[in-house]
């Protein structure tokens, strides 16, 4: 189930998560998801929702989903080598960009 983040609260506990999880589990995006957020807050289309894959238990998954030029796209951490993936549309949708600690802000940005 897809939680909106309606507040700073809801993203903080969301990207904390994620945080506590690549500290642990993912050292190769551990780095580069500080710079991740910031470009999906700056770019996500105005008046849109960023949106985080949440449970029943109201913890927070590894899913994120955020418009952008009118296109959605989620962001998702990808177990079998350690990136997080951009893809179209859903989580299954098509490969836009692999992001791991060597990957640029201007590469992802350029992603969009």
Do not use: C
């Given at each position: 189930?897809?939680?909106?983040?309606?507040?700073?609260?809801?993203?903080?506990?969301?990207?904390?998560?994620?945080?506590?999880?690549?500290?642990?589990?993912?050292?190769?995006?551990?780095?580069?998801i500080?710079?991740l957020?910031?470009?999906?807050?700056?770019?996500k289309?105005?008046?849109?929702?960023?949106?985080?894959?949440?449970?029943?238990?109201?913890?927070?998954?590894?899913?994120?989903?955020?418009?952008?030029?009118?296109?959605?796209?989620?962001?998702?951490?990808?177990?079998?080598?350690?990136t997080?993936?951009?893809?179209?549309?859903?989580?299954?949708?098509?490969?836009?960009?692999?992001?791991?600690?060597?990957?640029?802000?201007?590469?992802?940005?350029?992603?969009?």
């Amino acid at each position: 189930m897809a939680v909106k983040v309606e507040s700073v609260d809801i993203l903080k506990k969301y990207f904390s998560g994620v945080v506590r999880r690549t500290n642990h589990h993912a050292p190769n995006v551990s780095n580069i998801i500080y710079t991740l957020l910031g470009i999906i807050i700056l770019k996500k289309d105005d008046g849109t929702e960023i949106e985080v894959r949440g449970n029943d238990d109201d913890s927070t998954g590894n899913i994120l989903w955020v418009i952008v030029n009118g296109q959605r796209y989620a962001f998702r951490y990808e177990h079998s080598d350690g990136t997080v993936e951009i893809r179209k549309d859903s989580y299954n949708g098509l490969l836009i960009l692999k992001i791991d600690n060597a990957t640029t802000a201007a590469q992802i940005i350029g992603a969009f």
